[in-house]
T-cell receptor
Framework: GAVVSQHPSRVICKSGTSVKIECRSL??????MFWYRQFPKKSLMLMAT?????????EQGVEKDKFLINHASLTLSTLTVTSAHPEDSSFYIC?????????????FGPGTRLTVL | GQNIDQPTEMTATEGAIVQINCTYQ??????LFWYQQHAGEAPTFLSY??LDGLEEKGRFSSFLSRSKGYSYLLLKELQMKDSASYLC??????????WGAGTKLIIKP
């Protein structure tokens, strides 16, 4: 099955620093990747849709200058949380759509737990 | 607006059957997904329905009625490892997934 990796799985950083999270599709090409964040006991919240070779599409209320997304290749998208603050602490999950799958479903990475001190 | 409704929490007994309902109102419809999410982990794909009817996959089955905007996930022969959140998601006309808040399923021995 389609596998999506995400790195790092866990990161703790000081307020004001920037954190980069990588999302890779390991055995398929993903022209579209999605970035979500999830607060405890809450549902997934789509932050942005990342398209290979073009600018990401951000959801309403998500600051594009704070959450920088780069989808440089068909297998890699990165999310950089710039000048992180404690309120940015969350579970960040990426997913990738496998156009070759029967169902057009999204496959999720294992997630990155970010804690900003 | 777009809306997905599912119960917040359900409790069931090991070995029993449980049905988790999901109702939706979306702009367009390109299929309904069920995902399982264990605490602290990412969601994993369970099922997909785009036509009316029942899809069976082992102990799990999913049903869809497009005219009613309704789906359910049926879990049989419940095991303790089935304790998780179950997320209902609808793909809208733009092929974006609209997510429900999830149903936390608690399995008791």
């Amino acid at each position: 099955g389609a596998v999506v990796s995400q790195h790092p799985s866990r990161v703790i950083c000081k307020s004001g620093t920037s954190v980069k999270i990588e999302c890779r599709s390991l055995d398929f090409q993903a022209t579209t990747m999605f970035w979500y964040r999830q607060f405890p006991k809450k549902s997934l919240m789509l932050m942005a849709t990342s398209n290979e070779g073009s600018k990401a599409t951000y959801e309403q209320g998500v600051e594009k200058d704070k959450f920088l997304i780069n989808h440089a290749s068909l297998t890699l998208s990165t999310l950089t949380v710039t000048s992180a603050h404690p309120e940015d602490s969350s579970f960040y999950i990426c997913s990738a759509r496998d156009l070759g799958s029967s169902y057009n479903e999204q496959f999720f990475g294992p997630g990155t737990r970010l804690t900003v001190l | 607006g777009q809306n997905i409704d599912q119960p917040t929490e359900m409790t069931a007994t090991e070995g029993a059957i449980v049905q988790i309902n999901c109702t939706y109102q979306t702009s367009g419809f390109n299929g309904l997904f069920w995902y399982q999410q264990h605490a602290g982990e990412a969601p994993t794909f369970l099922s997909y329905n785009v036509l009316d009817g029942l899809e069976e996959k082992g102990r799990f089955s999913s049903f869809l009625s497009r005219s009613k905007g309704y789906s359910y996930l049926l879990l049989k022969e419940l095991q303790m490892k089935d304790s998780a959140s179950y997320l209902c998601a609808v793909m809208d006309s733009n092929y974006q997934l609209i997510w429900g808040a999830g149903t936390k399923l608690i399995i008791k021995p």
